[in-house]
């Protein structure tokens, strides 16, 4: 397999506005310390690796590999570095720091020894994470190639092993806000590895890692309150053991590729359902933890003209602000997203996604394609029975509902949704009939439950559109009927 595609050098174009283009980001990245990109003069002081440094010319990735004990970390890095390193890209291993402690002389009777010890060690941890995690992605974006950074565990897994009152205290005394800066403000993805303990009791063993004392029974609850940790994270990709080790380890390897955009046997990553109405959290079970969003998603200008890779046979982009709100609807913060989407002529579709800064975000908005509908969603990711789900109830330009639920992903699965009963499920839905969904939303703001009655003239005929529910669409002229076919920007009358 080749190595992903060199960003291309943009042009000024005449068919499309963009003057920061849909594909590369890269070549717009801004100094989050000035006012615009960076100047000719400051670039001229530089060296190519400062230069790449602060404007990388090549996308990196940020993995979080987490879990409980005993869950397959250490091998998955293991083969994904060879893996990613193969086909072209630089890969780095970013070290867990709390073991870095343990390992050079810190007894864990340190963390009961003082009160309130849990906090500093806590604190240094976070501190060690950070300067490795930011230091090894400095030089990744020195060497000016596509890149993935591999970390064994992150910053939001110290919550899992603090009192929530003590982690509290320790993101008021580092002034944080908002949880999303450590969570999908600074990771691409984050994969859980689901300890042996749960489903794969007979291989869990202490003896492969020193710092491990966990019993089976703890394993599992650590498991599980390292899972709620991240929640919320909108690529928190879950790997159990209802497969063997092996196929648990090649699924670690699709979802990695299909992440960085390698071709991949993975054919699906979510099942949809179209829900009744908006869910009423207070019927959720107490154990089930959510967390709530609000999703501003705009889409930016297709760039359909050129396609600098042979296969691909379409490709569009947009942004999005994803804002947390706390249980009192009061906002917290916000982080921001790019995402691109390539169609591959073999019918394959690959998404490349990069974390962006506010102003980046801001002149990309700038930028927008304003045919289509800023789309405004609510929100609300939780796990139930060891699964990721998350619910889109749309505001704007639609009152659609839709839940997300992740599935395992391979060639020869056929597994099916542990569906949450606190839900109420209309059906299943395709990715064709949410494609419409999206197209339709992108049109005008038509309401999927009810038919709708548009009335328009071409060259004096009055033509009526009617959209029934789920976005049958009937056109009528002069009283003679034809077929109507949707594309994100137009309608295409064809004949009977």
Known sequence: MSAPPPPYDRKPSN????????????????????????????????????????????????????????GGKTTSMARLSPYLRERGFEVITCPEAFSLLVNNGMA???????????????????????????????????????????????????SAYMKEE?????????EI???????EGRYNAVFHLVTAAEGAEAYYTLENNAVRTETPELARSLDSMTLNAWVGHPSLKIFDNSCDFETKMQRVVEETA???????????????????????????????????????????YEENEVVSQENVLKEY???????????????SGSVYGWTSVQTMKDGQRVEKKRIITKREYLSLFNNRDKTRHIVRQKRISFLWNIQSFNIHVFKEPSDVCIL????????????TVDMPPFLDVDRLITDSEEDEM????????????????????????PVTVTSTPLLHVRVSASAQPVQCAMTITTITMLPT
Not at 52 to 68: D, F, H, M, Q
Not at 317 to 331: D, H, M, N, V, Y
Request: glycine share 6%; proline share 6%; aromatic share 6%.
């Open 166 to 174: 003590d982690w509290n205290k320790l993101m008021q005394k580092r």
């Open 15 to 70: 068919t499309t506005p963009s003057a920061l283009g849909a594909r590369y980001l890269s070549q717009t990245r801004l100094r989050s310390n000035s006012h615009g990109p960076l100047a000719q003069e400051i670039s001229e002081e530089l060296t190519e690796a400062e230069v790449n440094s602060i404007a990388p010319p090549a996308p990196i990735y940020k993995i979080v590999l987490t879990g409980g004990p005993c």
């Open 258 to 300: 299909r992440l960085v955009g390698l071709p991949t046997h993975l054919q699906r990553v979510t099942t949809k359902f179209l829900l009744k109405k908006e869910p009423d959290l207070s019927a959720f079970p107490k154990e089930v933890a959510y967390q709530i969003f609000e999703v501003e998603k705009v889409y930016l």
């Open 177 to 183: 806000n908002c949880v999303s800066e450590l969570r």
């Open 404 to 415: 997300h639920a992740q599935v395992r992903s391979s060639p020869d699965s056929n597994d």
């Open 317 to 331: 982009s947009f942004i999005r602000k994803r804002t947390s709100l706390r249980k009192s609807g009061k906002e």
């Open 108 to 158: 864990f009777d340190y963390l009961g020894a003082v009160e309130g010890m849990d906090i500093v060690v806590q604190d240094t941890v976070m501190d060690m994470q950070i300067g490795m995690e930011d230091g090894f992605e400095r030089v990744l974006r020195a060497r000016g190639k596509p890149a993935v950074l591999l970390c064994d565990r992150g910053l939001m897994d110290g």
């Open 438 to 461: 999206y197209a339709a939303g992108c049109l005008a703001p038509p309401s999927l439950h009810r038919d709708t009655v548009t009335m328009f003239h071409v060259d004096d005929v």
